[in-house]
C-alpha cells in the first residue's frame, strides 16, 4: 500500500509532509504535490504533517478521489522529487478552503 496526495492539495501545496518523508517521496508539480508510488514506505509520517488533510492511504483515499491513485503514479514519472520543505504559495490559505478544483490541476 501507498499513500496519495489528493484534491486538497491543489493550489495550496503546503510542504510540511516532504520535511517528514524518510525517503523523499513526494513529487513537486506545478500547484499541488504527489507521492510515488514506487518510493513510498508507507510509514504514515506525511499524513498528520498535512495542513489541509489531502495524504490518505491507498485503501482510505475517498471514493471521489479513487482517480488520484492513479494520477499520483502518472505524476510521479514526470515531477522532480521534493526534498526539503518550501514556502507555501501567497494565496494557499484562501485555497485551502475550496473543495473542489480537480480541474486546476497542471501538469
Given at each position: 500500500?501507498?499513500?496519495v496526495v489528493t484534491e486538497s492539495c491543489i493550489k495550496c501545496k503546503y510542504t510540511d509532509c516532504v520535511d517528514v518523508c524518510p525517503v523523499d517521496c513526494f513529487r513537486e508539480g506545478p500547484n499541488m504535490l504527489a507521492i510515488d508510488p514506487d518510493e513510498c514506505i508507507d510509514c504514515t509520517l506525511c499524513?498528520?504533517?498535512?495542513?489541509?488533510?489531502?495524504?490518505?492511504?491507498?485503501?482510505?483515499?475517498?471514493p471521489a478521489q479513487r482517480e488520484f491513485i492513479?494520477?499520483?503514479?502518472?505524476?510521479?514519472k514526470l515531477w522532480e522529487p521534493l526534498v526539503e520543505r518550501k514556502p507555501a504559495p501567497a494565496d494557499a490559505d484562501e485555497w485551502a478552503q475550496v473543495k473542489e478544483k480537480k480541474q486546476l490541476i497542471e501538469r
Open positions: 500500500m501507498t499513500y499524513v498528520a504533517e498535512c495542513p489541509v488533510e489531502a495524504i490518505f492511504a491507498e485503501d482510505d483515499v475517498p492513479a494520477l499520483n503514479a502518472e505524476l510521479a
